[in-house]
């Protein structure tokens, strides 16, 4: 499969706690991108990098949150004392970046976290 | 702000029966009009693409249009399995990399 791979699908935590995500791009795609998507709503954009770069954050992204691409391959995002509003599912997508507009961007399957 | 509004939130369509879905959007200079189908459970797929007024793309029983305000979705003689959540997104030039995106159409196709 070669499309964008997230781990773990699926997380059940409890307040306060610590969580990491893990993204796996496209393989040839150098852009990658978090978002959050609460029940019934669109993603919201969180993050943006290129290469290993983090470019844009959204005002969104508190300081409980941290992503990083280390490689500029795969990137991971952390969710620090986690609350209850932090549940929601987290998508990953990527985009080759090759042109200059850069617009297809292509999702993993999410991360659905609940805290509890 | 830039901002994207879809209507209606939900549609109920007997098989075969066409129908629109609309995206209302104010942008800051548009970079690309986007429309994705979202199953439950499921990251968004990718449908088009649209850059321009006039611009159409279609892709089996579905055909996406753009004007200077709005996109519709136009999905015709449409089969249970196209029952999911369509959304649309929008990039301006506010912004180098993030898509704005809607709330969504949930379509659902009867048998």
């Known amino acids: 499969d070669t499309g964008v791979s997230q781990d773990p699908r699926h997380k059940i935590t409890k307040r306060g706690q610590n969580v990491t995500f893990r993204c796996d791009p496209i393989?040839?795609?150098?852009?990658l991108y978090w978002y959050r998507q609460t029940l019934g709503q669109g993603p919201e954009f969180l993050t943006y990098f290129q290469n290993e770069a983090q470019l844009e954050k959204s005002r969104l992204l508190s300081d409980r949150f941290s992503a990083e691409r280390p490689k500029g391959s795969f990137s991971t995002l952390e969710i620090q004392r986690t609350e209850q509003g932090d549940s929601a599912m987290y998508l990953c997508a990527s985009s080759s970046g090759l042109r200059d507009l850069d617009n297809e961007q292509f999702f993993g399957p999410g991360t659905r976290l609940t805290v509890l | 702000e830039d901002q994207v509004t879809q209507s209606p939130e939900a549609l109920r369509l007997q098989e075969g029966e066409s129908s629109s879905l609309n995206c209302s959007y104010t942008?800051?200079?548009?970079?690309?009009l986007f429309w994705y189908r979202q199953d439950p459970g499921k990251g968004p797929e990718f449908l088009f693409t649209l850059y321009s007024a006039g611009e159409e793309k279609e892709k089996e029983r579905l055909k996406a249009t753009l004007t200077k305000k709005e996109s519709f979705l136009h999905i015709t003689a449409p089969k249970p399995e196209d029952s999911a959540t369509y959304l649309c997104a929008v990039r301006g030039y506010s912004s180098a990399s993030k898509i704005i995106f809607g709330s969504g159409t949930r379509l659902s196709i009867r048998p």
């Open positions: 942008v800051s200079g548009l970079r690309g």
């Open positions: 393989s040839e795609h150098n852009r």
